[in-house]
Protein backbone atom coordinates (compact mmCIF):
# COMPACT_ATOMS: atom_id res chain seq x y z
CA UNK A 1 0.00 0.00 0.00
CA UNK A 2 0.69 3.85 -0.09
CA UNK A 3 0.18 7.20 1.29
CA UNK A 4 -0.65 9.95 -1.28
CA UNK A 5 1.14 12.67 -0.70
CA UNK A 6 -0.14 16.15 -1.55
CA UNK A 7 2.17 20.15 -1.43
CA UNK A 8 0.70 23.27 -0.83
CA UNK A 9 0.32 25.99 -3.36
CA UNK A 10 3.78 26.80 -4.63
CA UNK A 11 5.27 30.05 -3.37
CA UNK A 12 5.35 33.40 -5.32
CA UNK A 13 8.49 34.52 -6.90
CA UNK A 14 8.69 38.55 -7.10
CA UNK A 15 8.22 40.02 -10.63
CA UNK A 16 7.11 36.25 -11.82
CA UNK A 17 4.13 33.79 -12.93
CA UNK A 18 3.87 30.11 -12.84
CA UNK A 19 2.30 28.03 -15.30
CA UNK A 20 -0.64 26.60 -12.87
CA UNK A 21 -3.59 25.93 -14.78
CA UNK A 22 -6.79 27.66 -12.74
CA UNK A 23 -8.45 24.43 -12.66
CA UNK A 24 -5.60 22.45 -10.46
CA UNK A 25 -6.17 23.27 -6.80
CA UNK A 26 -4.41 20.31 -5.08
CA UNK A 27 -0.60 19.32 -6.19
CA UNK A 28 0.12 15.76 -5.57
CA UNK A 29 4.13 14.68 -5.60
CA UNK A 30 6.24 14.66 -8.55
CA UNK A 31 3.71 17.63 -9.70
CA UNK A 32 6.33 20.16 -11.32
CA UNK A 33 5.87 23.99 -12.68
CA UNK A 34 7.58 26.53 -14.36
CA UNK A 35 8.43 30.04 -12.98
CA UNK A 36 8.37 33.04 -15.72
CA UNK A 37 9.75 36.33 -15.01
CA UNK A 38 7.29 39.71 -16.20
CA UNK A 39 7.67 41.59 -18.94
CA UNK A 40 10.55 44.53 -18.35
CA UNK A 41 12.28 42.26 -15.84
CA UNK A 42 14.70 39.25 -16.84
CA UNK A 43 15.34 36.33 -14.81
CA UNK A 44 18.59 34.50 -13.11
CA UNK A 45 18.54 31.31 -11.19
CA UNK A 46 16.05 28.08 -11.80
CA UNK A 47 12.76 28.32 -13.47
CA UNK A 48 11.34 25.14 -12.02
CA UNK A 49 10.05 23.57 -8.34
CA UNK A 50 8.85 20.32 -8.02
CA UNK A 51 6.45 18.78 -5.40
CA UNK A 52 9.06 16.63 -3.46
CA UNK A 53 7.41 13.38 -1.32
CA UNK A 54 7.92 15.22 1.71
CA UNK A 55 4.93 17.53 0.74
CA UNK A 56 7.38 20.85 -0.36
CA UNK A 57 8.00 22.02 -3.14
CA UNK A 58 12.08 22.16 -3.84
CA UNK A 59 13.26 25.62 -4.00
CA UNK A 60 13.71 27.89 -7.39
CA UNK A 61 16.45 29.88 -7.23
CA UNK A 62 14.78 32.29 -9.95
CA UNK A 63 15.26 35.81 -9.57
CA UNK A 64 13.59 38.66 -11.68
CA UNK A 65 15.39 42.14 -11.87
CA UNK A 66 13.71 45.43 -13.46
CA UNK A 67 15.95 46.10 -17.26
CA UNK A 68 18.35 48.72 -16.64
CA UNK A 69 18.04 51.47 -19.34
CA UNK A 70 21.20 53.07 -18.60
CA UNK A 71 21.60 57.21 -18.08
CA UNK A 72 19.05 59.02 -20.12
CA UNK A 73 21.46 61.80 -21.60
CA UNK A 74 23.17 64.78 -20.63
CA UNK A 75 20.87 67.82 -20.07
CA UNK A 76 23.14 70.98 -20.71
CA UNK A 77 22.32 74.52 -18.53
CA UNK A 78 19.59 71.28 -16.41
CA UNK A 79 19.30 68.68 -14.16
CA UNK A 80 17.15 65.65 -13.89
CA UNK A 81 15.13 64.49 -10.90
CA UNK A 82 14.89 60.60 -10.16
CA UNK A 83 17.90 58.10 -9.27
CA UNK A 84 16.84 54.81 -11.17
CA UNK A 85 17.23 54.16 -14.30
CA UNK A 86 15.91 50.94 -14.86
CA UNK A 87 12.01 49.86 -15.73
CA UNK A 88 9.81 51.13 -15.05
CA UNK A 89 10.96 54.43 -13.20
CA UNK A 90 10.38 57.80 -14.77
CA UNK A 91 13.23 60.56 -14.98
CA UNK A 92 11.55 64.42 -14.80
CA UNK A 93 14.04 66.94 -16.62
CA UNK A 94 14.29 70.71 -15.08
CA UNK A 95 16.63 73.76 -16.47
CA UNK A 96 18.92 75.94 -14.62
CA UNK A 97 17.52 79.54 -13.91
CA UNK A 98 17.86 81.27 -16.65
CA UNK A 99 16.94 78.55 -18.87
CA UNK A 100 13.40 76.99 -20.59
CA UNK A 101 12.78 73.55 -21.17
CA UNK A 102 12.60 73.25 -24.98
CA UNK A 103 10.63 69.92 -26.58
CA UNK A 104 7.64 67.49 -26.78
CA UNK A 105 8.85 65.97 -23.38
CA UNK A 106 9.72 67.11 -19.64
CA UNK A 107 9.98 63.56 -18.49
CA UNK A 108 11.06 60.01 -19.61
CA UNK A 109 10.52 56.39 -18.34
CA UNK A 110 12.51 53.40 -18.90
CA UNK A 111 10.15 51.15 -21.17
CA UNK A 112 10.16 47.32 -20.53
CA UNK A 113 12.19 46.81 -24.05
CA UNK A 114 15.07 48.69 -22.07
CA UNK A 115 14.83 51.96 -23.97
CA UNK A 116 13.59 55.60 -22.78
CA UNK A 117 10.63 56.66 -24.03
CA UNK A 118 10.30 60.11 -25.77
CA UNK A 119 13.49 62.20 -26.70
CA UNK A 120 15.92 64.46 -24.73
CA UNK A 121 14.74 67.97 -24.27
CA UNK A 122 17.04 71.08 -24.56
CA UNK A 123 17.10 74.03 -22.07
CA UNK A 124 17.75 76.95 -24.01
CA UNK A 125 18.33 81.10 -22.27
CA UNK A 126 15.21 83.00 -21.65
CA UNK A 127 15.19 85.91 -23.46
CA UNK A 128 14.53 89.31 -21.65
CA UNK A 129 13.14 90.83 -24.67
CA UNK A 130 13.84 94.22 -25.26
CA UNK A 131 15.68 96.55 -22.79
CA UNK A 132 13.63 99.43 -21.32
CA UNK A 133 13.63 102.59 -22.99
CA UNK A 134 15.44 105.61 -21.05
CA UNK A 135 14.19 109.17 -21.49
CA UNK A 136 17.58 111.17 -22.60
CA UNK A 137 19.53 108.06 -22.51
CA UNK A 138 20.69 105.33 -25.01
CA UNK A 139 21.77 102.22 -25.36
CA UNK A 140 25.35 101.11 -25.82
CA UNK A 141 25.22 96.78 -26.12
CA UNK A 142 21.36 95.81 -27.03
CA UNK A 143 21.80 92.09 -26.58
CA UNK A 144 19.10 90.47 -24.97
CA UNK A 145 19.88 86.68 -23.44
CA UNK A 146 20.48 86.13 -20.46
CA UNK A 147 23.62 86.99 -18.58
CA UNK A 148 24.41 89.47 -21.16
CA UNK A 149 24.12 93.31 -20.70
CA UNK A 150 23.08 96.48 -21.55
CA UNK A 151 24.72 99.57 -21.18
CA UNK A 152 23.25 103.24 -20.73
CA UNK A 153 24.30 106.83 -21.48
CA UNK A 154 22.72 109.90 -21.02
CA UNK A 155 22.68 112.63 -23.56
CA UNK A 156 24.67 115.99 -23.08
CA UNK A 157 23.14 118.32 -20.06
CA UNK A 158 21.95 115.17 -18.88
CA UNK A 159 23.21 112.94 -15.78
CA UNK A 160 22.98 109.39 -14.97
CA UNK A 161 20.41 108.49 -11.85
CA UNK A 162 20.73 104.32 -11.28
CA UNK A 163 22.71 101.41 -12.30
CA UNK A 164 24.51 102.17 -15.69
CA UNK A 165 24.03 98.67 -16.74
CA UNK A 166 21.41 96.31 -16.71
CA UNK A 167 21.91 92.16 -17.25
CA UNK A 168 18.88 90.14 -18.23
CA UNK A 169 18.71 87.21 -15.26
CA UNK A 170 16.11 84.97 -15.25
CA UNK A 171 14.28 86.54 -18.17
CA UNK A 172 14.59 90.45 -16.22
CA UNK A 173 16.69 92.72 -16.65
CA UNK A 174 18.09 93.68 -13.53
CA UNK A 175 18.30 95.75 -11.54
CA UNK A 176 15.49 98.86 -11.86
CA UNK A 177 16.50 100.32 -15.12
CA UNK A 178 17.91 104.37 -14.57
CA UNK A 179 16.95 107.60 -14.97
CA UNK A 180 18.86 110.58 -16.96
CA UNK A 181 18.24 113.45 -15.21
CA UNK A 182 18.95 117.01 -16.54
CA UNK A 183 22.65 118.04 -15.08
CA UNK A 184 22.03 121.52 -12.80
CA UNK A 185 25.01 123.46 -11.17
CA UNK A 186 24.54 124.40 -7.64
CA UNK A 187 23.53 127.56 -6.40
CA UNK A 188 26.51 129.74 -6.26
CA UNK A 189 24.96 132.15 -3.95
CA UNK A 190 24.99 129.57 -1.28
CA UNK A 191 28.94 129.69 -1.52
CA UNK A 192 29.83 133.37 -1.93
CA UNK A 193 29.61 135.63 0.39
CA UNK A 194 28.70 138.89 -2.16
CA UNK A 195 25.85 139.24 -4.88
CA UNK A 196 25.69 137.03 -8.03
CA UNK A 197 23.95 138.18 -10.91
CA UNK A 198 22.67 135.88 -13.86
CA UNK A 199 23.94 137.28 -16.88
CA UNK A 200 21.95 134.52 -18.85
CA UNK A 201 18.08 134.59 -19.36
CA UNK A 202 17.49 131.75 -17.20
CA UNK A 203 15.14 130.82 -13.87
CA UNK A 204 17.25 131.46 -10.91
CA UNK A 205 15.84 128.38 -9.27
CA UNK A 206 17.91 126.32 -11.55
CA UNK A 207 21.10 126.50 -12.86
CA UNK A 208 21.64 124.70 -16.26
CA UNK A 209 24.35 124.28 -18.15
CA UNK A 210 25.98 127.02 -19.95
CA UNK A 211 24.44 129.30 -17.25
CA UNK A 212 26.52 132.15 -16.74
CA UNK A 213 26.53 134.18 -13.73
CA UNK A 214 28.86 137.08 -12.43
CA UNK A 215 30.25 137.94 -8.90
CA UNK A 216 30.03 141.11 -6.80
CA UNK A 217 32.08 142.43 -3.80
CA UNK A 218 30.73 144.84 -1.52
CA UNK A 219 32.38 148.10 -1.67
CA UNK A 220 34.68 147.35 1.33
CA UNK A 221 36.09 143.48 0.21
CA UNK A 222 38.36 142.81 -2.55
CA UNK A 223 37.05 139.75 -5.11
CA UNK A 224 39.74 136.46 -4.52
CA UNK A 225 39.14 135.02 -8.07
CA UNK A 226 37.16 135.12 -11.37
CA UNK A 227 34.88 137.56 -11.79
CA UNK A 228 32.55 135.38 -13.76
CA UNK A 229 32.37 131.68 -14.12
CA UNK A 230 30.11 129.24 -16.38
CA UNK A 231 28.12 126.21 -15.19
CA UNK A 232 30.21 123.13 -17.00
CA UNK A 233 28.83 119.78 -18.16
CA UNK A 234 30.04 118.54 -15.36
CA UNK A 235 28.04 119.89 -12.86
CA UNK A 236 30.58 122.30 -11.50
CA UNK A 237 31.22 126.26 -12.03
CA UNK A 238 34.71 126.49 -13.78
CA UNK A 239 36.18 129.05 -13.20
CA UNK A 240 35.38 128.16 -9.60
CA UNK A 241 33.19 130.63 -6.98
CA UNK A 242 35.52 133.47 -5.97
CA UNK A 243 35.74 134.77 -2.23
CA UNK A 244 35.09 138.49 -1.03
CA UNK A 245 37.92 139.11 0.91
CA UNK A 246 39.57 141.76 3.40
CA UNK A 247 42.41 144.00 1.18
CA UNK A 248 45.47 141.99 2.02
CA UNK A 249 49.05 144.19 1.89
CA UNK A 250 52.02 144.73 3.27
CA UNK A 251 54.26 147.36 5.12
CA UNK A 252 57.44 148.47 3.19
CA UNK A 253 60.23 146.18 5.30
CA UNK A 254 63.23 148.96 6.17
CA UNK A 255 66.36 148.17 4.42
CA UNK A 256 69.75 148.38 6.16
CA UNK A 257 72.12 151.37 5.49
CA UNK A 258 74.17 150.60 2.72
CA UNK A 259 70.82 149.30 0.36
CA UNK A 260 68.12 151.64 -1.14
CA UNK A 261 64.91 150.48 -3.58
CA UNK A 262 64.83 150.51 -7.08
CA UNK A 263 61.79 153.02 -8.83
CA UNK A 264 60.11 153.34 -5.89
CA UNK A 265 58.20 156.28 -4.42
CA UNK A 266 59.10 156.92 -0.86
CA UNK A 267 56.56 158.03 0.79
CA UNK A 268 54.55 155.08 -0.27
CA UNK A 269 54.67 152.85 3.14
CA UNK A 270 52.38 149.74 1.87
CA UNK A 271 52.90 147.33 -1.11
CA UNK A 272 50.20 145.11 -2.57
CA UNK A 273 49.01 141.47 -1.99
CA UNK A 274 51.27 139.92 -4.57
CA UNK A 275 53.17 142.63 -5.53
CA UNK A 276 57.10 143.11 -5.25
CA UNK A 277 59.82 145.75 -5.07
CA UNK A 278 63.62 145.61 -5.74
CA UNK A 279 66.42 146.98 -4.28
CA UNK A 280 70.30 147.28 -4.57
CA UNK A 281 72.83 147.08 -2.05
CA UNK A 282 75.31 149.37 -1.90
CA UNK A 283 77.61 149.81 -5.19
CA UNK A 284 76.71 146.73 -5.94
CA UNK A 285 74.28 146.27 -9.15
CA UNK A 286 73.36 143.30 -9.22
CA UNK A 287 68.73 143.44 -7.78
CA UNK A 288 67.57 141.76 -5.03
CA UNK A 289 63.32 141.25 -4.74
CA UNK A 290 61.00 141.78 -2.09
CA UNK A 291 57.44 139.51 -2.83
CA UNK A 292 54.32 140.40 -0.68
CA UNK A 293 52.13 137.16 -0.36
CA UNK A 294 49.19 136.59 1.62
CA UNK A 295 50.03 139.95 3.69
CA UNK A 296 53.37 138.93 4.46
CA UNK A 297 57.21 140.25 3.25
CA UNK A 298 59.47 138.23 2.04
CA UNK A 299 62.25 137.60 3.12
CA UNK A 300 61.20 139.27 6.15
CA UNK A 301 63.93 141.45 6.46
CA UNK A 302 66.08 142.59 3.45
CA UNK A 303 69.78 142.11 4.14
CA UNK A 304 72.74 143.44 2.06
CA UNK A 305 75.96 141.13 2.41
CA UNK A 306 79.28 142.70 1.26
CA UNK A 307 82.60 140.96 0.01
CA UNK A 308 86.22 141.54 0.51
CA UNK A 309 88.53 143.21 -1.57
CA UNK A 310 92.52 142.44 0.22
CA UNK A 311 95.49 143.80 0.21
CA UNK A 312 98.54 142.82 2.56
CA UNK A 313 102.30 143.37 1.72
CA UNK A 314 103.23 140.37 3.72
CA UNK A 315 100.78 137.61 2.19
CA UNK A 316 100.22 136.69 -0.86
CA UNK A 317 96.33 136.30 -1.45
CA UNK A 318 94.85 133.23 -4.04
CA UNK A 319 92.66 136.01 -5.42
CA UNK A 320 91.76 139.52 -4.89
CA UNK A 321 87.66 139.82 -3.99
CA UNK A 322 85.83 137.12 -1.87
CA UNK A 323 82.61 136.73 -1.22
CA UNK A 324 80.64 136.85 1.84
CA UNK A 325 81.32 133.62 4.35
CA UNK A 326 84.44 132.56 1.57
CA UNK A 327 87.34 131.00 3.41
CA UNK A 328 90.20 133.11 2.96
CA UNK A 329 93.24 131.44 1.42
CA UNK A 330 96.39 132.84 1.44
CA UNK A 331 100.52 132.33 1.54
CA UNK A 332 103.15 134.66 3.23
CA UNK A 333 105.16 136.60 0.69
CA UNK A 334 108.88 135.18 2.74
CA UNK A 335 109.86 131.80 2.56
CA UNK A 336 110.81 132.19 5.78
CA UNK A 337 107.60 132.81 7.45
CA UNK A 338 104.27 130.91 7.22
CA UNK A 339 100.48 131.55 8.26
CA UNK A 340 100.15 131.57 11.98
CA UNK A 341 98.73 128.56 13.40
CA UNK A 342 97.35 127.76 10.14
CA UNK A 343 94.24 129.90 11.02
CA UNK A 344 90.84 129.90 9.11
CA UNK A 345 89.86 133.10 8.26
CA UNK A 346 86.46 134.31 6.64
CA UNK A 347 85.10 137.45 4.67
CA UNK A 348 81.81 138.33 7.24
CA UNK A 349 80.05 141.11 5.42
CA UNK A 350 82.70 143.12 4.08
CA UNK A 351 85.58 142.57 7.21
CA UNK A 352 87.60 139.88 7.70
CA UNK A 353 87.25 137.67 10.54
CA UNK A 354 90.77 138.27 11.06
CA UNK A 355 93.99 139.57 9.36
CA UNK A 356 96.45 137.69 8.39
CA UNK A 357 99.30 136.98 10.02
CA UNK A 358 102.92 135.63 9.23
CA UNK A 359 105.45 133.92 11.49
CA UNK A 360 109.20 133.60 11.37
CA UNK A 361 110.57 130.19 10.42
CA UNK A 362 114.68 130.29 10.83
CA UNK A 363 116.61 128.41 8.09
CA UNK A 364 113.23 126.30 7.16
CA UNK A 365 111.60 126.84 3.64
CA UNK A 366 107.87 125.91 2.79
CA UNK A 367 106.72 123.81 0.09
CA UNK A 368 104.41 126.10 -2.45
CA UNK A 369 101.03 125.49 -1.97
CA UNK A 370 99.75 123.24 -5.44
CA UNK A 371 96.85 126.42 -5.85
CA UNK A 372 100.10 128.41 -6.76
CA UNK A 373 101.86 125.53 -8.87
CA UNK A 374 100.23 125.23 -12.16
CA UNK A 375 100.90 122.16 -13.85
CA UNK A 376 102.42 120.63 -10.78
CA UNK A 377 101.03 116.75 -10.30
CA UNK A 378 102.84 115.87 -7.49
CA UNK A 379 105.44 116.78 -4.80
CA UNK A 380 107.61 114.50 -2.60
CA UNK A 381 106.64 116.36 0.33
CA UNK A 382 102.82 117.61 1.12
CA UNK A 383 102.15 121.73 0.23
CA UNK A 384 102.77 124.08 2.60
CA UNK A 385 105.11 121.42 4.63
CA UNK A 386 108.30 123.32 6.44
CA UNK A 387 111.31 121.68 5.92
CA UNK A 388 115.28 122.54 7.02
CA UNK A 389 118.24 124.12 5.51
CA UNK A 390 119.84 121.46 3.18
CA UNK A 391 117.05 119.45 2.24
CA UNK A 392 115.01 119.21 -0.98
CA UNK A 393 111.43 117.95 -2.42
CA UNK A 394 111.29 116.96 -5.77
CA UNK A 395 108.01 117.20 -7.93
CA UNK A 396 106.70 115.77 -11.29
CA UNK A 397 104.32 117.76 -13.72
CA UNK A 398 101.31 116.67 -15.65
CA UNK A 399 101.17 114.76 -18.90
CA UNK A 400 102.93 116.99 -21.34
CA UNK A 401 104.87 119.17 -18.93
CA UNK A 402 108.49 118.69 -17.61
CA UNK A 403 110.07 120.35 -14.38
CA UNK A 404 111.67 123.91 -15.66
CA UNK A 405 115.24 122.31 -14.31
CA UNK A 406 116.32 118.32 -15.23
CA UNK A 407 115.96 116.90 -11.89
CA UNK A 408 112.70 118.32 -10.47
CA UNK A 409 114.57 119.09 -7.16
CA UNK A 410 113.95 122.56 -5.23
CA UNK A 411 116.51 122.94 -2.48
CA UNK A 412 116.62 125.09 0.89
CA UNK A 413 118.76 127.47 0.94
CA UNK A 414 120.81 129.15 3.80
CA UNK A 415 118.62 132.01 3.74
CA UNK A 416 115.40 130.31 3.48
CA UNK A 417 114.73 130.70 -0.11
CA UNK A 418 114.33 128.23 -2.22
CA UNK A 419 117.08 126.74 -5.01
CA UNK A 420 114.52 128.05 -7.55
CA UNK A 421 110.68 127.93 -8.06
CA UNK A 422 109.45 124.86 -8.93
CA UNK A 423 107.47 125.08 -12.16
CA UNK A 424 106.34 123.50 -15.22
CA UNK A 425 106.70 123.84 -18.35
CA UNK A 426 105.79 122.51 -21.88
CA UNK A 427 107.92 119.61 -22.58
CA UNK A 428 111.07 119.93 -25.40
CA UNK A 429 111.30 117.57 -27.78
CA UNK A 430 113.83 114.95 -26.94
CA UNK A 431 114.87 114.25 -30.61
CA UNK A 432 115.88 116.28 -33.21
CA UNK A 433 114.00 117.50 -36.30
CA UNK A 434 113.20 114.65 -38.67
CA UNK A 435 114.88 114.72 -42.49
CA UNK A 436 113.32 114.26 -45.17
CA UNK A 437 114.75 113.22 -48.65
CA UNK A 438 116.78 115.55 -50.80
CA UNK A 439 116.30 118.75 -48.61
CA UNK A 440 118.12 119.77 -45.09
CA UNK A 441 116.97 120.48 -41.98
CA UNK A 442 117.47 124.04 -40.25
CA UNK A 443 116.82 124.82 -36.23
CA UNK A 444 117.92 126.02 -33.45
CA UNK A 445 116.16 124.88 -30.38
CA UNK A 446 114.24 121.33 -29.52
CA UNK A 447 112.50 123.42 -26.88
CA UNK A 448 108.55 123.94 -27.15
CA UNK A 449 107.90 126.12 -29.81
CA UNK A 450 110.73 125.64 -31.43
CA UNK A 451 110.34 126.03 -35.17
CA UNK A 452 112.43 123.96 -37.56
CA UNK A 453 112.74 125.10 -41.13
CA UNK A 454 113.41 122.89 -44.69
CA UNK A 455 115.38 123.53 -47.41
CA UNK A 456 115.29 121.33 -50.48
CA UNK A 457 118.42 120.84 -52.56
CA UNK A 458 119.06 122.64 -55.63
CA UNK A 459 117.05 120.68 -58.66
CA UNK A 460 114.17 119.87 -56.12
CA UNK A 461 111.79 121.93 -54.94
CA UNK A 462 108.74 121.04 -52.40
CA UNK A 463 105.51 119.27 -53.21
CA UNK A 464 103.27 121.79 -51.05
CA UNK A 465 105.04 125.69 -50.46
CA UNK A 466 102.60 125.64 -46.99
CA UNK A 467 104.03 122.54 -45.71
CA UNK A 468 108.19 123.62 -44.80
CA UNK A 469 108.41 123.72 -41.56
CA UNK A 470 107.55 121.67 -38.17
CA UNK A 471 107.10 122.93 -34.30
CA UNK A 472 108.15 121.05 -30.77
CA UNK A 473 104.57 121.07 -29.16
CA UNK A 474 104.48 119.34 -25.66
CA UNK A 475 107.66 117.16 -26.95
CA UNK A 476 106.31 116.07 -30.38
CA UNK A 477 107.48 117.89 -33.86
CA UNK A 478 104.52 118.28 -35.35
CA UNK A 479 102.55 118.28 -37.87
CA UNK A 480 103.62 114.69 -38.92
CA UNK A 481 103.18 114.81 -42.29
CA UNK A 482 106.66 115.99 -43.40
CA UNK A 483 107.46 118.14 -46.19
CA UNK A 484 108.58 116.19 -49.46
CA UNK A 485 111.44 117.82 -51.81
CA UNK A 486 110.28 116.50 -55.67
CA UNK A 487 112.94 117.05 -58.53
CA UNK A 488 112.96 119.60 -60.71
CA UNK A 489 112.72 118.98 -64.41
CA UNK A 490 113.32 121.28 -67.89
CA UNK A 491 110.97 120.15 -70.89
CA UNK A 492 112.40 118.30 -73.77
CA UNK A 493 114.42 121.28 -75.53
CA UNK A 494 112.97 120.02 -78.83
CA UNK A 495 114.79 119.46 -82.62
CA UNK A 496 117.59 121.50 -84.03
CA UNK A 497 117.11 121.69 -87.52
CA UNK A 498 120.61 121.20 -89.51
CA UNK A 499 121.92 120.25 -86.23
CA UNK A 500 122.43 117.68 -83.66
CA UNK A 501 121.91 118.25 -79.74
CA UNK A 502 124.49 116.46 -77.41
CA UNK A 503 123.55 116.22 -73.77
CA UNK A 504 127.02 116.42 -71.29
CA UNK A 505 127.76 113.84 -68.98
CA UNK A 506 129.67 114.64 -66.18
CA UNK A 507 130.46 111.66 -63.99
CA UNK A 508 133.51 111.51 -62.55
CA UNK A 509 133.80 107.75 -61.56
CA UNK A 510 133.88 106.65 -65.31
CA UNK A 511 136.08 109.91 -66.56
CA UNK A 512 137.27 113.01 -64.80
CA UNK A 513 136.66 114.40 -68.27
CA UNK A 514 133.23 115.53 -69.25
CA UNK A 515 132.08 113.66 -72.16
CA UNK A 516 128.90 114.24 -73.59
CA UNK A 517 126.20 111.99 -75.72
CA UNK A 518 123.44 112.38 -78.24
CA UNK A 519 120.49 113.44 -76.98
CA UNK A 520 117.36 111.06 -77.89
CA UNK A 521 114.48 113.24 -78.69
CA UNK A 522 111.83 110.54 -76.86
CA UNK A 523 113.31 111.96 -73.76
CA UNK A 524 110.91 113.91 -71.97
CA UNK A 525 112.16 115.56 -69.23
CA UNK A 526 115.97 117.05 -68.30
CA UNK A 527 117.03 117.11 -65.22
CA UNK A 528 118.34 120.29 -63.03
CA UNK A 529 121.84 120.88 -63.72
CA UNK A 530 122.10 119.06 -67.00
CA UNK A 531 123.78 121.40 -69.97
CA UNK A 532 122.96 120.00 -73.57
CA UNK A 533 125.25 121.26 -76.51
CA UNK A 534 124.52 122.41 -80.20
CA UNK A 535 126.52 121.20 -82.95
CA UNK A 536 125.59 121.95 -86.80
CA UNK A 537 125.68 119.61 -90.10
CA UNK A 538 128.24 120.71 -92.56
CA UNK A 539 127.72 123.44 -94.40
CA UNK A 540 125.70 125.02 -91.93
CA UNK A 541 126.73 127.72 -89.09
CA UNK A 542 125.41 128.37 -85.09
CA UNK A 543 123.71 131.25 -84.96
CA UNK A 544 123.49 131.39 -80.83
CA UNK A 545 124.71 129.76 -77.47
CA UNK A 546 126.70 126.83 -78.02
CA UNK A 547 124.66 125.19 -75.10
CA UNK A 548 122.21 125.57 -72.63
CA UNK A 549 121.62 124.57 -68.89
CA UNK A 550 118.95 123.20 -67.08
CA UNK A 551 118.56 125.99 -63.82
CA UNK A 552 115.33 125.37 -62.01
CA UNK A 553 113.49 124.02 -64.35
CA UNK A 554 114.13 126.72 -66.94
CA UNK A 555 116.86 126.21 -69.86
CA UNK A 556 119.59 128.63 -69.80
CA UNK A 557 120.27 131.50 -71.58
CA UNK A 558 116.61 131.89 -72.69
CA UNK A 559 117.90 132.41 -76.59
CA UNK A 560 117.56 129.17 -78.98
CA UNK A 561 120.12 128.66 -81.05
CA UNK A 562 119.72 127.67 -84.86
CA UNK A 563 122.01 126.52 -87.71
CA UNK A 564 122.17 128.96 -91.13
CA UNK A 565 123.74 127.69 -94.12
CA UNK A 566 127.17 129.08 -94.92
CA UNK A 567 127.44 131.22 -98.23
CA UNK A 568 131.36 131.02 -99.84
CA UNK A 569 132.43 133.58 -101.29
CA UNK A 570 135.32 133.30 -104.13
CA UNK A 571 138.48 134.54 -103.14
CA UNK A 572 140.21 136.84 -105.29
CA UNK A 573 143.69 135.08 -106.43
CA UNK A 574 146.12 137.46 -108.35
CA UNK A 575 149.09 135.45 -109.77
CA UNK A 576 152.40 137.03 -110.59
CA UNK A 577 154.77 135.94 -112.53
Not at 43 to 57: D, I
Not at 128 to 146: F, K, N, S, W, Y
Not at 371 to 395: D, H, K
Request: glycine letters at 8%; one cysteine or more; proline letters at 8%.
Amino acid sequence: CFILVFCPRPPDIANAVNDIPSSITTFHAGYSIQYTCLTGFVGNGTTTSECAFLGQWTFATLKCIPIDCGPPGVLRDGFLSGERFDYPNIIAFFCNDGFELVGKHTTRACQENGLWSGSMPVCQKKSCGAPPLVMHGEIIQPDRTTNDTVQYTCEDGYHLQGSSILKCLAGEWQPKSPVCEPITCKDPQTDFNGYVELLSNQNLSQYSIDSIVKFHCPNNLTLKGSRVSKCHVNGSWIPNIPNCEEPISCSIPFLPATARYVNHDPSMKIMKDGSRLEYVCGHLRYRRRVFCRHGKTFPRIPKCYVGCRVHNNEVLFSKRFYRHKEIIEYICKNNSSSPFNNETIRCINGTLSKQPTCRKIPSMCTVPHTLFLRNIATTTIPAGTLFQMGTSFSYTCSQDFQPVNESGMVECLEDGRLSHHARCVPKSCEEHPPSINNGRTIFHSTMHSSIARYRCFPGYRFEYHNLTTVTCQYGLWLPKELPKCLPIFCPNPGPLEHGTIYVVLNDERISSVPTRSEFRSYIPTVNHGRTIEFECDLGYGLQGPTGLTCVHGRWLPAERPSCVRESHIQPNIVFTG
